[in-house]
């Protein structure tokens, strides 16, 4: 990994709501974090033009985790959120309609790989709490529900 596609990894991870990062590519291996207002890279294998250290940069505040009141359906894993299958698709579901435990309700791309999320239980989608191709953090609620 060169010095420009570090500098704009850290670009883009400052840019959303996403509190930690972890990169391996190879030999090469980092992980971003931001605590507060900080932001924490560490190189933890050599490469060659960049010399492993830490840096600290003052960074935007997060912006602030969707949360619902009631039940929800939640992120089971980092990534990049999908309300359909492909781009010119219909979305899986939408406010006001009812879903059955195991239904497809959405996609999450993590390390290039589509992860389609299913529903945890019966329930009725009140609202959907991310938007189309917005990183999402483990745990992040999805879709606020009405369970059936």
Do not use: W
Request: proline share 8%; net charge negative; with cysteine.
């Amino acid at each position: 990994m060169k010095k420009q596609d570090i500098k704009d990894l850290m670009k883009f991870f400052d840019s959303t709501g996403i509190t930690r990062l972890h990169v391996k590519e190879n030999d090469f291996e980092i992980e971003i974090e931001k605590k507060g207002e900080i932001t924490t890279v560490v190189s933890a294998a050599p490469v060659s033009q960049v010399a492993p250290k830490e840096v600290s940069v003052s960074a935007p505040q997060a912006a602030p985790v969707p949360c619902s009141e009631g039940p929800s359906i939640k992120s089971p894993m980092v990534g990049t959120f999908y309300q359909a299958p492909a781009p010119d698709a219909a979305p899986f579901v939408k406010v006001g309609q009812v879903v059955r435990k195991g239904q497809a309700i959405g996609i999450i791309e993590a390390m290039k790989i589509m992860n389609e999320i299913e529903a945890d239980f019966d329930c009725k989608v009140v609202s959907i709490l991310v938007e189309d191709g917005q990183p999402v953090e483990f745990d992040m609620p999805l879709f606020s529900v009405e369970k059936l």
